[in-house]
Nanobody, 124 residues
Framework: QVQLVESGGGLVQPGASLRLSCAVSGRTVSNFAMGWFRQAPGKEREFVATIHWTGDDTDYSDSVKGRFTISRDNVKNTVYLQMSSLKPEDTAVYYC?????????????????WGQGTQVAVSS
């Protein structure tokens, strides 16, 4: 059974950085394209970033482009989300997700496996 476990969330001040990790078990992560999504209170889950299984192709939402970087280490079976210049509007529960096939996607419905989420709060 595939399991995804996120870590690295926390409470930070505006302008700070955080790195989220998503550890994949049960199957090698190179079988999957991976994505990061987030959900703020009272809002729908939204796309943040996605990465091709090789790591050669990435895509980001406009709201995080230039500030966040998605990467993966297929040897460690882990995917990362480096977040910089954090803003209060980045506050949300962040989820990683896995989908079969090499190409990443911004659509939640295309992901088969989801982690339980990690909370990120940005506040002064």
């Amino acid at each position: 059974q595939v399991q995804l476990v996120e870590s690295g969330g926390g409470l930070v001040q505006p302008g700070a950085s955080l790195r989220l990790s998503c550890a994949v078990s049960g199957r090698t992560v190179s079988n999957f394209a991976m994505g990061w999504f987030r959900q703020a209170p009272g809002k729908e889950r939204e796309f943040v970033a996605t990465i091709h299984w090789t790591g050669d192709d990435t895509d980001y939402s406009d709201s995080v482009k230039g500030r966040f970087t998605i990467s993966r280490d297929n040897v460690k079976n882990t995917v990362y989300l480096q977040m910089s210049s954090l803003k209060p509007e980045d506050t949300a529960v962040y989820y990683c997700a896995a989908r079969f096939g090499g190409r990443g996607s911004s659509m939640t419905g295309e992901y088969r496996y989801w982690g339980q989420g990690t909370q990120v709060a940005v506040s002064s």
